[in-house]
């Protein structure tokens, strides 16, 4: 019996390889084996066939056997040794170690680089375009192409890929801010309606000046387009001469100082004469939502005291983390929204308003708050009803500053109608004693402001077909205003106005003297007005086969900007580039970025 154990011991190893002896989860004695092999054995069948049935299936026990490993294809299989390092592993390493190793072999995976298609020159120039976009359209800083980090996510991805340096980023920007601005140079020459300007200056973090020129103009499609031209360094001084001059250098440049039709800009008299001196025949428009923010502070300014004390309540809660907690306990006490309060800016449009809103809508709140604590001055019942009221006042205000700013749609014609809605709003407070001398002097300041441009306000408002006279009790002396206005469109290559293109062929009807003398412009205003919910551009679009003088006009008119906030959102994205951690980017840069960032998104 020992004799015939030792044959089949002798058998089994035999049989078994050396991948079979080492792997952990496959390993027994040659004794359990045997056993294991034999206690299954039938009267009906032999040792020998019982083994060989059984030895795959034992020896590869949970998984089901393959020729070999794939870690054999870096190995020699019989000297275990690295094809890729030259490392030899004692010939008890299991495959598990041999794996470990080449996930650490650095030159094995330098082979399988080379393995990889190289970049073509195509691919390089496409990934730094895209790279490029990248930065620009996030508004990230050029020297991320530095970041360690960056570097190492990057050539995890793709390790054939090799960053371009700073420089050779800054070089590739210039080319492409060229021919971005070639391309809107061609764009601008191809359109043949009239361009309208907003201008404004700022200062950045840095304090370096910049001054933003930003135009508008209606397409051949009547699309109201816009787009920023310039951004560039503006030193001092700022007088009316260097910025007519500015003015003057960047038209000349995109090919335009000859079709400048208006420039809005704010209220500031160097403003004011440098468009005089860069056109006299230019219309020059005053900011509607500056004049509006400076009546506004007349308002503020006869009722500082109550607006002031609600002001320090306000700081004093922000200030203190412990005042913040208890007024959110407070609105949970009184069942009100949890909001935070919000503290007005200077400068920033509005701002009082909607401090006061908000102060407004945490009332029981902060009454609680106030009262609780000795260093906080509560404000009384008649405090409270006179906050109130200034805020009724102002929210027309912020209503009209809101519709007007907007860039999207023309805004010029409905200047005029915004100041008849003020008039409107604030017809029930001239009745209170309290409130008529401040509503008075706030519409005051604005219809001076309003006088001094008002035939331009006034053509924009006939020509928008929702208005037209409405606002007026007879519409006879702007039928005089619009036909003066339209002599300068009398060269246009239309033929019988707005009756279309004529017969050629000759008829008896000519000898009955049929011909009707009705103008153009008159038979516009004999038409009823549009729904307020008409698109304007569209409709000009429509009827632009009957009135063809009419529709090229309210293009040009339409193509003005009542606010100069085109230039301030330009501001907005150059304090995102400007950050004091790029408070060293240069000038040049800081437009380039900015402008291609706007033209991109355009």
Not at 21 to 33: N, T
Not at 198 to 225: E, K, Q
């Amino acid at each position: 019996m020992a004799e015939f154990l030792g044959i089949i011991y002798k058998m089994i190893f035999e049989t078994l390889d050396d991948d079979d002896i080492l792997d952990d989860h496959q390993f027994c004695l040659p004794g359990e084996r045997a056993s294991n092999i034999l206690s299954d054995v039938t009267p009906s069948e032999s040792v020998s066939e019982r083994f060989e049935l059984s030895s795959s299936q034992v020896i590869s026990k949970g998984k089901k056997r393959t020729n070999h490993s794939d870690v054999w294809e870096f190995f020699d299989r019989k000297e275990r040794k690295c094809h890729s390092c030259g490392i030899v592993f004692s010939k008890t390493s299991s495959n598990s170690t041999l794996s470990k190793h080449l996930r650490k072999c650095d030159k094995r995976y330098t082979q399988t680089t080379l393995s990889l298609a190289r970049l073509s020159e195509s691919d390089k120039e496409m990934s730094k375009k895209l790279l490029l976009n990248f930065i620009i359209s996030s508004l990230s800083p050029f020297n991320l192409v530095e970041n360690d980090d960056f570097i190492k996510y990057i050539t995890f991805c793709d390790p054939r890929q090799v960053l371009p340096s700073r420089g050779s980023l800054m070089d590739s920007i210039d080319n492409i801010f060229k021919e971005e601005k070639e391309k809107k140079i061609n764009e601008l020459a191809a359109n043949n309606s009239k361009f309208s300007l907003t201008c404004d200056g700022w200062t950045s973090l840095n304090s370096m000046p910049f001054f933003a020129i930003t135009i508008h103009y209606v397409d051949s499609n009547y699309v109201l387009r816009d787009t920023v031209l310039s951004l560039s360094s503006f030193p001092h001084p700022h007088s009316a001469l260097s910025i007519s001059e500015r003015i003057r250098m960047v038209c000349e440049e995109y090919g335009i100082q000859e079709r400048i039709f208006c420039v809005t800009t704010d209220s500031a008299a160097n403003m004011i004469k440098s468009i005089k001196l860069f056109n006299p025949n230019c219309n020059h428009f005053k900011c509607v939502a500056h004049i509006l923010n400076l009546a506004a502070k007349i308002a503020l300014k006869d009722f500082d005291k109550y607006i002031q004390k609600l002001r320090n309540i306000i700081l004093s809660i922000r200030r203190s983390s412990s005042l913040t907690q208890k007024l959110q306990l407070s609105c949970d006490v009184c069942s009100v929204k949890n909001l935070k309060l919000v503290l007005d800016v200077e400068t920033r449009w509005n701002s009082t308003f909607e401090m006061i809103k908000r102060a407004l809508e945490l009332k029981n709140p902060l009454l609680h708050v106030c009262s609780s604590h000795d260093t906080l001055e509560s404000m009384n019942d008649t405090e409270w009803s006179i906050i109130s009221m200034i805020a009724e006042i102002l929210k027309p205000l912020k209503i009209v500053t809101e519709e007007l700013s907007q860039s999207k749609f023309p805004t010029i014609g409905q200047a005029y109608s915004a100041l008849i809605y003020l008039q409107q709003r604030w017809e029930p407070f001239k009745s209170d004693t309290n409130f008529s001398t401040t509503v008075n002097s706030i519409m005051e300041k604005i219809v001076s402001c309003f006088d001094t441009q008002s035939n331009f306000f006034l053509l924009s408002c006939i020509l928008d077909p929702r208005i037209k006279t409405k606002h007026f009790s007879s519409s006879a002396p702007f039928r005089n205003l619009l036909d003066i206005g339209l002599e300068e469109y009398e060269d246009s290559n239309v033929e019988n106005g707005f009756f279309g293109k004529p017969c050629t062929r000759k008829s008896f009807m000519d000898e009955l003297n049929l011909t009707n003398d009705i103008k153009e412009s008159e038979a516009y205003l004999l038409e009823p007005c549009c729904p307020s919910q008409v698109d304007i551009l569209s409709w000009w679009k429509l009827n632009e086969p009957r009135f063809p003088r009419l529709s090229k006009m309210a293009r040009d008119y339409f193509g003005a900007m009542s606010t100069s906030t085109a230039s301030e959102r330009t501001f907005s994205l150059s304090g995102r580039i400007i950050t004091k951690i790029r408070s060293r980017i240069t000038a040049e840069n800081a437009e380039k970025s900015a402008l291609l960032n706007i033209w991109n998104k355009n």
